[in-house]
């Protein structure tokens, strides 16, 4: 077979859309192109395959091999790829089944000698399969027949994440989706093969079991070690327990830093959906992070309104044509502007 399809995920922000790695082999001058909006560490993959791949034990074909990355319009970083680049090469070769591929996921990059290192990101990619295979039971139910709750549909099989070792503990954490942890590309390949061929003496991967949840969460400051500061306690104590929103003002020195960062510790503990959206950040940012507990984030007291909010817009395209448009609609009253405006949009 010439052809293979992988899928893994791209991260942007937080949300983690799938990617399909389509391969093709053909005939022609060895060569190896990829598309897909592919950025400068996607490009690079294709050193790195092409080594951990000879020094997996496999073949690198020796021929003309096209990589497509769908969606083509939606941009590809990081090396996170290099994994299901390498498998899905390999697929198209014949030196594995491509039928196995279907139910898998991979993300992880590739060292020229095979070993597979960690990658950022892998929380959310894990948080977005659970949310994909949540939407297509719903969609399952919603479109069941009559017939179907006579004898029922076959239940459908548990996606599954194949990702570098040390992230393994980090994706756990997501229920609902089966992590399996590979040291190599070597141990990747061993595993489904074993699919393929259970008679074969081929090791397979071990399921990453998730680690009891924390029945404490601690921090590393606490309200009681103010001392004084009757007013700001019982301000913080308020507001903490009404969900109010506080503005700290004085001079330096007065301790508004020092109350800010102890109110956290007296906010009730997150659940576990906020708490791993708030890892997912920190997933994403390639940051330490101690599970369960509320960030806080001391900001420099030049910063602009723009940095301390996020900036950016996603509607900056428009802003642009608008701004670039208002000369020719000066004369027209501010509700037409509007108007013209929220057409645009």
Same mark, same amino acid.
């Given at each position: 077979? %010439?052809?293979?399809?992988?899928?893994?995920? %791209?991260?942007?922000?937080?949300?983690?859309?799938?990617?399909?790695?389509?391969?093709?082999?053909? =005939?022609?001058?060895?060569?190896?192109?990829?598309?897909?909006?592919?950025?400068?560490?996607?490009?690079?993959?294709?050193?790195?395959?092409?080594?951990?791949?000879?020094?997996?034990?496999?073949?690198?074909?020796?021929?003309?091999?096209?990589?497509?990355?769908?969606?083509?319009?939606?941009?590809?970083?990081?090396?996170?790829?290099?994994?299901?680049?390498?498998?899905?090469?390999?697929?198209?070769?014949?030196?594995?089944?491509?039928?196995?591929?279907?139910?898998?996921?991979?993300?992880?990059?590739?060292?020229?000698?095979?070993?597979?290192?960690?990658?950022?990101?892998?929380?959310?990619?894990?948080?977005?399969?659970?949310?994909?295979?949540?939407?297509?039971?719903?969609? =399952?139910?919603?479109?069941?027949?009559?017939?179907?709750?006579?004898?029922?549909?076959?239940?459908?099989?548990?996606?599954?994440?194949?990702?570098?070792?040390?992230?393994?503990?980090?994706?756990?954490?997501?229920?609902?989706?089966?992590?399996?942890?590979?040291?190599?590309?070597?141990?990747?390949?061993?595993?489904?093969?074993?699919?393929?061929?259970?008679?074969?003496?081929?090791?397979?991967?071990?399921?990453? =079991?998730?680690?009891?949840?924390?029945?404490?969460?601690?921090?590393?400051?606490?309200?009681?070690?103010?001392?004084?500061?009757?007013?700001?306690?019982?301000?913080?104590?308020?507001?903490?327990?009404?969900?109010?929103?506080?503005?700290?003002?004085?001079?330096?020195?007065?301790?508004?830093?020092?109350?800010?960062?102890?109110?956290?510790?007296?906010?009730?503990?997150? %659940?576990?959906?906020?708490?791993?959206?708030?890892?997912?950040?920190?997933?994403?940012?390639?940051?330490?992070?101690?599970?369960?507990?509320?960030?806080?984030?001391?900001?420099?007291?030049?910063?602009?309104?723009?940095?301390?909010?996020?900036?950016?817009?996603?509607?900056?395209?428009?802003?642009?044509?608008?701004?670039?448009?208002?000369?020719?609609?000066?004369?027209?009253?501010?509700?037409?502007?509007?108007?013209?405006?929220?057409?645009?949009?």
């Amino acid at each position: 077979m %010439s052809f293979a399809q992988v899928y893994t995920r %791209s991260v942007v922000g937080l949300h983690a859309p799938k990617v399909i790695i389509e391969v093709h082999l053909s =005939q022609g001058l060895p060569a190896l192109t990829i598309v897909g909006l592919p950025e400068a560490a996607v490009r690079e993959s294709k050193d790195r395959v092409r080594s951990a791949i000879l020094n997996s034990g496999f073949q690198f074909p020796n021929r003309r091999l096209t990589i497509n990355l769908a969606p083509a319009d939606l941009p590809k970083d990081g090396a996170r790829l290099d994994l299901p680049i390498a498998i899905g090469i390999l697929a198209a070769s014949d030196q594995l089944d491509p039928e196995v591929l279907s139910g898998f996921e991979f993300i992880g990059e590739l060292a020229l000698n095979g070993n597979l290192r960690q990658v950022t990101g892998s929380l959310a990619v894990a948080r977005a399969i659970k949310a994909e295979a949540l939407a297509s039971k719903v969609l =399952q139910v919603a479109n069941i027949t009559e017939q179907e709750l006579i004898e029922p549909r076959q239940k459908p099989q548990t996606p599954q994440l194949i990702v570098p070792i040390d992230n393994g503990a980090e994706a756990s954490r997501v229920d609902g989706v089966t992590i399996l942890a590979a040291q190599s590309l070597k141990t990747v390949c061993d595993h489904l093969q074993s699919l393929a061929n259970p008679s074969a003496a081929y090791e397979s991967l071990d399921v990453v =079991q998730p680690s009891p949840a924390q029945q404490h969460v601690g921090y590393q400051v606490d309200l009681a070690d103010v001392k004084g500061q009757h007013h700001a306690r019982r301000a913080l104590e308020i507001a903490a327990a009404g969900g109010h929103s506080l503005l700290f003002t004085g001079p330096p020195g007065s301790g508004k830093t020092l109350m800010a960062s102890r109110l956290p510790t007296i906010l009730p503990d997150l %659940s576990d959906e906020d708490a791993l959206e708030v890892a997912s950040t920190y997933s994403v940012a390639d940051s330490d992070y101690d599970y369960g507990t509320r960030p806080f984030r001391q900001v420099h007291h030049t910063i602009s309104a723009v940095a301390l909010v996020g900036g950016g817009c996603q509607f900056s395209q428009y802003l642009s044509y608008f701004h670039n448009r208002c000369h020719i609609v000066h004369n027209l009253s501010a509700r037409v502007l509007f108007c013209t405006y929220g057409e645009m949009l």
